[in-house]
């Protein structure tokens, strides 16, 4: 079955910093992906999407290419703030099942003054 | 405009027991999606309704049902309640049923089985 799989965490990082989360999935097909992210104590928010193949998500900052190559959609930051700090996850849905995501483990990222 | 609201935020339950969740959708969305969060399985798929249909459904028993009523609000069941069952249950509500529609996400209801 279609899956994705992301870099574990936690993710310890100083402001300022470059943060990189890798993200590849396996799936028949060419799905959407995109990048949520959840705060403490709130529910996801969506960060960025790609729709196709070569797409770039880009949102605050961060961006992410979609490969279809390598079947991956890493996603970096050039400069981390510690308001960043928050769990990141990588996500697929095809067309035919509209709204159904499928979520990769997530990503705890820490971000230290 | 107000975000996707759902109730009860935090809920105990002993096992054996059934929950009923709500989740209200954002204002004109149509489609509203469950999913349940687990430090073991992460975050899986339960349902998803759009016009009071079940348009999908993911991999969990029986005992984990929905509803949808005509003004897009929606509940969802769990009956004879297990310990596995404690979870953050995500309600997302989307505006139309078509493909990339953003998902917007609620803040969840935390269960708790004992």
């Known amino acids: 079955g279609d899956s994705v799989t992301q870099m574990e965490g936690p993710v310890t990082l100083s402001e300022e910093a470059f943060l990189t989360i890798n993200c590849t999935y396996t799936?028949?097909?060419?799905?959407?992906l995109f990048w949520y992210v959840q705060y403490p104590g709130e529910g996801l928010q969506l960060l960025l999407k790609a729709t196709k193949a070569d797409d770039k998500g880009s949102n605050k900052g961060f961006e992410a290419t979609y490969r279809k190559e390598t079947t991956s959609f890493h996603l970096e930051k050039g400069s981390v703030q510690v308001s960043d700090s928050a769990v990141y996850f990588c996500?697929?849905?095809?067309?035919?099942?509209?709204?159904?995501?499928?979520f990769g483990g997530g990503t705890r990222v820490l971000v230290k003054p | 405009k107000a975000g996707v609201t759902q109730t009860p935020r935090y809920l105990i339950k002993t096992r054996g027991q059934q929950v009923t969740l709500s989740c209200s959708p954002i204002?004109?969305?149509?489609?509203v999606s469950w999913y349940q969060q687990t430090p073991g399985q992460g975050l899986q798929f339960l349902f998803e309704?759009?016009?009071?249909?079940?348009?999908n459904k993911g991999n969990f028993p029986g005992r984990f049902s929905g509803r949808q009523f005509s003004n897009s609000r929606s509940e969802m069941n769990v009956s004879t309640l297990e310990l596995g069952d404690s979870a953050l249950y995500l309600c997302?509500?989307?505006?139309?049923?078509?493909?990339?529609?953003?998902?917007?996400f609620g803040p969840g209801t935390r269960l708790t089985v004992l």
């Open positions: 309704y759009f016009s009071e249909t079940q348009r």
């Open positions: 997302a509500s989307s505006l139309l049923g078509e493909p990339y529609n953003e998902q917007f």
């Open positions: 996500a697929l849905v095809f067309k035919a099942a509209v709204n159904k995501l499928t």
């Open positions: 799936a028949t097909g060419y799905p959407s």
């Open positions: 204002s004109g969305h149509r489609s």
